[in-house]
């Protein structure tokens, strides 16, 4: 059974710092690549980043570049996100959705989310002003 697991949302105050996870297990994590989405009340879901698990490649969406900042650990099939520098309008819920590393460098521009096979259940993370 493949899964996704969010951890690490939170309450936090603007300016500061919170650390996601994505705990992945049922597929061969080494050929997929992590991408992150949020997606707020009555908006779209946002594409963040996204971490290849094949060849490292990363990719940040212009709101949170050099904020965010995108991890892999392919030895306990974790990719992290440490969140930096967070803004009320960072308030959403988070997910982590994988998708089969189907060519070189797929996160140098973060793949869109139809690109995805599989997505986790979210994480909600509020940023008070």
């Known amino acids: 059974e493949v899964q996704l697991v969010e951890s690490g949302g939170g309450l936090v105050q603007a300016g500061g710092s919170l650390r996601l996870s994505c705990a992945a297990s049922?597929?061969?994590?080494?050929?997929?690549?992590i991408g992150w989405f949020r997606q707020a009340p009555g908006k779209e879901r946002e594409r963040l980043s996204c971490i290849s698990s094949t060849d490292g490649s990363t990719g940040y969406a212009d709101s949170v570049k050099g904020r965010f900042t995108i991890s892999s650990d392919n030895a306990k099939n974790t990719v992290t996100l440490q969140m930096n520098g967070l803004k009320p309008e960072d308030t959403a819920v988070y997910y982590c959705?994988?998708?089969?590393?189907?060519?070189?460098?797929?996160?140098?521009?973060?793949?869109?989310?139809?690109?995805?096979?599989?997505w986790g259940q979210g994480t909600q993370v509020t940023v008070s002003s």
């Open positions: 049922g597929f061969t994590f080494d050929d997929y690549a």
């Open positions: 959705a994988a998708g089969w590393a189907q060519y070189p460098s797929i996160c140098r521009v973060v793949p869109q989310k139809g690109q995805y096979d599989y």
